[in-house]
Each structure stands twice: as C-alpha cells, then as structure tokens.
C-alpha cells in the first residue's frame, strides 16, 4: 500500500454523498490465515498527526507527580481520593476517560478500587504504552504521545479498525496516519502482509472504499 492508493480511495470517498457534519475516516484492515481465537491481535499505534478527536487522560497519583498531572492530564485522582470511589463512581470514569496513567508505587491499591471497571474496558494502566510511571516521569512527553495513540485489537472478527482523521483535516495529514498504522500492523502480525487480505477506508456514514 503506498501514497497513491490512499489518495485514489480519499477521492472516491469525497464523490460520496456528504452529511452535515464533519465525519471520520475509519480504516479497517481485514486479515487472513490467522486463527483470532488462539492468536488474538492486540497493539497500539503512534499515530504522526491528531486523528481529530479528543482524547481525555487520567492520572491517579501520589504528591510527587500531582503539579505534572495536573498540568497535562484531564483529571487527577490523587492517593487520598481513592475511597471516594465506589463502584457506580468507578465505572463512570472508565466510561468518561480513554486512557489512565498510574504512579508505580500506587498499583498495587488501584487495583483493589478501579481495577474490575477498568478492567472491563480494557484500560488499566498499561506497562507496555508506558502508563505506568516511577515518580519523576516525564508526564509532558506521555501525555503527548497518548494523544496521539489508537488501539487496534482482533479478538473475535479478523479486522482491525481504527479511526485515522476527521474530514477537516489535511489529505496528507490522514495518509501519513494509515501509513503509521499500517507499518506498525505489518510488525505486529506473524507473518506480516500475508496475513493482510485486504485494506479499505470509509466515512462515518459513507460505504468503505478498498485502497488495497
């Protein structure tokens, strides 16, 4: 897939009928010969531009990262804070916020109070995206990248979707994100384009255009 081809299928899909509204482009990428069921695709991508959407973080810290949190995060539910939080509370905020960062040293405690509603959502501090921080992290830079970072998970159908820009957006701001997504698909299947059958774009309330 290359430069071209998103630029034919941005074509096609802008001689769709429009809406009122500014839509979002979805990228879907459909997979074959993998078994979803025993091998369950599950990874993150760093777009290069906003997708255009708001991306809200949470932080739950302790005193020392309490001034950074609360510069770069959305909210901040500091130590003392935890037993406000009943179940119903909880589950709202796993509703409301998209990621979470947490405190190392504070694991431990906001597993017992958040971990079954974030679990749920999938949205536990996640080691691997790097939420979760020592005392002296650099929220500035995290906050950053998680602004700019979607989710792509198989685990029941063989695609992969994921929003990539709003129609507002410069062309070659969208092409530059499903290139971003599609290099980092391509490392994390196993047998990398071979397991790709086909990659299509669409609008919000439009049908997909195939670019590949």
Do not use: W
């Given at each position: 897939?290359d430069?071209?081809?998103?630029q034919?299928?941005?074509?096609?899909?802008?001689?769709?009928?429009?809406k009122?509204?500014?839509?979002?482009?979805?990228?879907?990428?459909?997979?074959?010969?993998?078994?979803i069921?025993?091998s369950?695709?599950?990874?993150?991508?760093t777009?290069?531009?906003?997708?255009g959407k708001?991306?809200?973080?949470?932080?739950?810290?302790?005193?020392?990262?309490?001034?950074?949190?609360?510069?770069?995060?959305?909210?901040?539910?500091?130590?003392?804070?935890?037993?406000?939080?009943?179940?119903?509370?909880a589950?709202?905020?796993?509703?409301?916020?998209?990621?979470?960062?947490?405190?190392?040293?504070?694991?431990?405690?906001?597993?017992?109070?958040?971990?079954?509603?974030?679990?749920?959502?999938?949205?536990?501090?996640?080691?691997?995206?790097?939420?979760?921080?020592?005392p002296?992290?650099?929220?500035?830079?995290l906050?950053?990248?998680?602004?700019?970072?979607?989710?792509?998970?198989?685990k029941?159908?063989?695609?992969?979707?994921?929003?990539?820009?709003?129609?507002?957006?410069?062309?070659?701001?969208?092409?530059?994100?499903?290139?971003?997504?599609?290099?980092?698909?391509l490392?994390?299947?196993?047998?990398?384009?071979?397991?790709?059958?086909?990659?299509?774009?669409k609008?919000?309330?439009?049908?997909?255009?195939?670019?590949?």
């Amino acid at each position: 897939m290359d430069k071209e081809q998103i630029q034919k299928a941005l074509t096609e899909l802008k001689q769709q009928p429009q809406k009122k509204f500014v839509q979002s482009y979805d990228l879907i990428i459909n997979l074959k010969n993998i078994v979803i069921k025993s091998s369950p695709v599950d990874f993150f991508v760093t777009l290069r531009h906003p997708k255009g959407k708001t991306i809200k973080i949470a932080a739950f810290v302790a005193q020392e990262l309490s001034e950074a949190a609360t510069k770069f995060c959305d909210l901040v539910i500091k130590e003392s804070e935890f037993a406000a939080y009943d179940k119903k509370k909880a589950k709202q905020l796993a509703e409301s916020y998209d990621y979470f960062i947490a405190q190392a040293n504070l694991m431990g405690k906001l597993a017992g109070t958040f971990g079954k509603s974030l679990g749920v959502k999938g949205k536990m501090p996640n080691p691997k995206l790097g939420c979760v921080v020592p005392p002296n992290a650099n929220l500035e830079a995290l906050a950053k990248k998680l602004r700019l970072t979607v989710r792509l998970q198989a685990k029941k159908g063989a695609n992969l979707q994921c929003m990539v820009g709003k129609q507002d957006q410069p062309e070659d701001q969208i092409i530059e994100n499903i290139l971003a997504v599609y290099e980092t698909a391509l490392k994390q299947l196993p047998e990398e384009s071979q397991n790709i059958k086909n990659i299509s774009l669409k609008l919000t309330m439009g049908k997909p255009v195939r670019i590949s």
